[in-house]
């Protein structure tokens, strides 16, 4: 009978290592081996079952055991570490991942393609400069009003605020080269942050799936490219709601018997494009108060705003949303808004 060999292995800098398993539980072989070792290693031996937890250098790691004919795993760090007993050591991690393989429950991570990285590492890139930025205008904003001067709400009011006192000469002489060399800084940071923007633009004009993603009402360039850099592709859920639930959009369930109880959302998975897909619906809500006419997923939000308030529909409508965008990009259509008459 021919043994399946599965191999779990513990990523590091510059250490791995690795356990070969035969039979399920036990470990047959052990290796602690640098990177070139390593990569000798899988080299050099038949194609396996290739176990890791899906961290840093993970993706362009197994892609390059996968050009060696290994059939690559990679699990949640997050439920790998339940399967680690008494103190965590490399030895027992990679144990704790040959027990976590066996669980059917625990959904392996695909392994993302080049494109998918670069287009994740634009979206990190940009909100880091986006944050950065925020701090240095909140910096600004704190240091005039200890001067006594006010600024008013918004992040557009800061900089012309600035120019107003120092030309008025509002400001110490000793801080004004500061504040200057800070708004200096807030202006490279807003021409970075559009440069990024415009590489996203560009990368989208090259992806069908993202023009059609841009069809559902609330879904724009950031949303549908950070979506399609996340999740790689929509064929690996069954369902709209499977994906809603991978963002964390689906309420968190309590229940017990023939009690059922369903709380708050989730909040699983990617934080940042749940918090797309949120602001996104924040904004479909605004825009359909204002209009006189509406669409059926615009009358529903806002039946659904009345009845349970605006934070509630919010979610709701980016829950509906997730499953539309799931729906057109897997049917490589467009989204087609119907009138509310057109339901009946």
């Known amino acids: 009978m021919k043994k399946h060999t599965t191999i779990a292995m513990d990523i590091a800098k510059s250490v791995y290592e690795v356990a070969v398993s035969e039979e ?25 079952r290739v176990v890791i937890e899906a961290c840093g250098s993970a993706h362009a790691l197994a ?12 699990l949640p760090p997050g439920q790998v570490r339940r399967y680690v007993l008494r103190d965590k050591t490399d030895r027992t991690d990679t144990k704790g991942l040959l027990e976590a393989d066996r669980n059917e429950e625990i959904v392996p991570v695909p392994v993302k393609t080049v494109g998918q990285q670069v287009l994740v590492s634009v979206h990190r890139m940009r ?39 120092t030309a008025a000469g509002k400001l110490p002489g ?3 080269g500061l504040l200057q060399a800070m708004a200096a800084e807030i202006r ?3 021409a970075r942050m559009a440069e990024a923007e415009r590489t996203l633009k560009r990368m989208a004009a090259d992806l069908g799936a993202a023009k059609r993603l841009q069809t559902v009402p609330g879904i724009g360039l950031l949303t549908a490219t950070a ?21 964390g959009l689906v309420p968190r369930e309590n229940s017990s018997g023939d ?44 039946e659904t705003q009345k009845r349970c308030g605006h934070n509630k529909a919010t979610i709701a409508l980016a829950n509906k949303m997730t499953r539309i965008a799931w729906a057109v990009w897997l049917k490589d259509s467009t989204y087609k808004g119907r009138a509310p008459e057109e339901t009946l």
């Open 24 to 48: 399920p539980g036990r470990v047959k072989e052990r290796r602690r081996l640098s990177r070139s070792q390593m990569l000798r290693f899988f080299a050099n031996r038949e194609p396996a």
């Open 63 to 74: 892609r390059t055991l996968e050009g060696y004919g290994h059939e690559m795993v990679l």
């Open 127 to 165: 909100s880091g400069w986006m944050a950065t930025r925020t701090a240095r205008l909140n910096a600004i904003r704190g240091l005039l009003r200890e001067l006594g001067v006010t600024v008013p709400v918004g992040a557009t009011k800061v900089l012309p605020a600035l120019a107003e006192a």
């Open 174 to 176: 000793v801080l004004e």
């Open 188 to 190: 490279d940071l807003e």
């Open 227 to 247: 979506l399609i850099g996340s999740v790689g592709e929509p064929s690996r859920f069954p369902s709209g709601r499977h994906m809603s639930s991978f963002l």
């Open 259 to 302: 009690r059922r109880r369903l709380g708050s959302i989730t909040k699983r998975g990617d934080d940042y494009v749940r918090m797309l897909f949120t602001h996104g619906a924040r904004s479909v809500l605004h825009a359909a108060s204002r209009r006189k006419q509406n669409d059926r997923l615009r009358t529903w939000a806002l």
